[in-house]
């Protein structure tokens, strides 16, 4: 008679051990019913996290994306997509869903020096930051979705274990980290945090509303400083739903009593920094809360490794005030999604030079210098009293001039080209 005992384990089929080894089976096959198998586990469903599963799950990969809050709460982050992330959104085939939960703008007036230069139709749109991941989240299949924490990791150049907040373990061949700022995670790594700008701008955020009247006369408007005495880069006006919410940008220290200030009479200190407002804009308050962020730029080191890859905040910062952030996590996630990862599982083993090929990519690489080189010129070019810097501020307001003359022109001759066609009908 066989003295061999019987066990079936989901992942690895029936196993015929011999009686001394149950024991020792029994443990490993009792931890093994606790460990989920997947192809990608990502960590973090933010934009980057979010938007990567869904596309992922939309091509058909074996993916399971991990995050400990099930809805994604309010938060105080990109909360407008301009043309530029509208594109990139599209190479992930999320932008139908984006799209239709954001409010776009009918146009958008830029002011410069305290006078409107130019004239744009619209082409960007307002969404708050959790509606806007929440959106995303809703495109990935409930099953892909594991609402933990991600506790733990162990990571090779072949299969990823993860120990989760609710006990359970997940083993995956690639584990795409999109932790945001978070920090726990990196250290277990052993990645490295490279502050490249402490706090270089401040974001506030808040609503306002037209007073004595029902509307304002703008749908969007971007208002840059009057000078850089005032440490004011911009602040955009645009619309998100029936509320005018307002984005303004400013360098300055953390325990600038100014920001105190800011917080106790918003209305009054933003008229101080930029005090055309008042005709640009006319009688307005501020409504609600006021959201007052700094944001470090930093990068990442020694993440070239077998096994994980980094996208979004997780790998890099870039500067709210340039406006490329979310724009940057779906680059990040569209070259990964739509190209490597397809290729990395078609081939055995997960090593660093395979990685290597994401971070090295030239798209990704472009879009990243662009997205630091922005943050730089705007400071400079909103705090920079050398004679070039002044000299840009003002070839900026020549140029938004021009252009601005040139759509008025074309707005004309096609009215007018309308009323000649409408006139000859009637
Ligand atoms: C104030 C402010 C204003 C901004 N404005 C703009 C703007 O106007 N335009 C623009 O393009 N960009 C802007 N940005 C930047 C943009 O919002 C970010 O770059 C982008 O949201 C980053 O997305 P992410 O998915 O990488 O990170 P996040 O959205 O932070 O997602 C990280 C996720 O990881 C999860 N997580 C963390 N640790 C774990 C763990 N251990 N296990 C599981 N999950 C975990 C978190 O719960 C979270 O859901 C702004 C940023 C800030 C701070």
């Known amino acids: 008679m066989s003295s061999a005992v019987e ?26 019913c606790n460990m989920r198998h997947t192809d990608v586990v990502i960590a973090g469903a933010g934009l980057a996290g979010s938007a990567a599963a869904a596309m992922l799950a939309e091509a058909g ?39 239709n939960a954001a409010t776009p703008d009918r146009s958008l007036a830029i002011a410069r020096f305290g006078r409107v230069v130019e004239r744009r139709d619209g082409r960007q749109c307002g969404i708050h930051y959790a509606d806007l991941v929440n959106t995303v989240r809703r495109q990935v299949p409930a099953n892909a979705f594991l609402p933990a924490k991600v506790d733990s990791v162990v990571t090779n150049a072949d299969r990823q274990i993860l120990s989760l907040s609710n006990g359970e373990e997940v083993s995956a061949r690639l584990l795409v980290l999109a932790t945001g700022l978070n920090l726990g995670l990196r250290h277990q790594l052993g990645l490295a945090r490279k502050v490249i700008s402490e ?20 749908s969007a408007l971007t208002c840059y400083s009057e000078s850089p005495a005032t440490r004011v880069a911009y602040v955009a006006f645009f619309p998100i739903g029936e509320t005018t919410r307002a984005n303004l940008f400013v360098y300055r220290d953390l ?23 008042s005709q640009l804009i006319g009688p307005f308050e501020v409504h609600g809360d006021v959201k007052i962020r700094p944001v470090d730029l930093y990068v990442t080191e020694g993440h070239r490794q077998g096994g994980v890859v980094l996208v979004g905040d997780a790998f890099a910062t870039s500067c709210p005030a340039a406006g490329t952030g979310a724009g940057k996590a779906l680059m990040d996630v569209q070259r990964l999604c739509n190209i490597y990862i397809p290729q990395w599982l078609a081939t055995p083993g997960m ?21 630091t080189n922005k943050a730089y010129a705007l400071k400079r070019l909103s705090l920079d009293t050398s004679l070039p810097w002044v000299a840009q501020r003002w070839a900026r ?8 003359a040139l759509r008025a022109a074309k707005r004309r001759l096609t009215g007018a080209t309308a009323s000649v066609a409408l006139s000859s009908e009637h």
């Open 7 to 32: 066990l079936t384990s989901p992942h690895e089929g029936p196993a015929r051990v011999s009686p001394t080894e149950v024991n020792w089976r029994q443990i490993i096959w009792c931890n093994d």
């Open 61 to 99: 990969t074996d993916v399971l994306l991990i995050d400990p809050r099930e809805v994604y709460p309010p938060d105080f982050r990109c909360e407008k997509l301009d043309v530029s992330q509208i594109e990139i959104l599209r190479k992930t085939g999320l932008a139908d869903a984006v799209l």
């Open 199 to 218: 706090n270089h701008s401040i974001s506030i955020g808040f609503d306002i509303k037209p007073v004595s009247r029902r509307d304002f006369d703008f």
């Open 255 to 277: 325990h600038d009593a100014w920001l105190k200030r800011f917080r106790a009479a918003p209305r009054e200190i933003l008229l101080e920094v930029l005090p055309s407002l």
């Open 351 to 371: 090593g660093a030079k395979k990685i290597a090929a994401f971070y090295d990519d030239p798209e990704k690489q472009a879009y990243d210098a662009w997205c």
């Open 397 to 404: 307001f020549a140029l938004h001039g021009a252009r601005g």
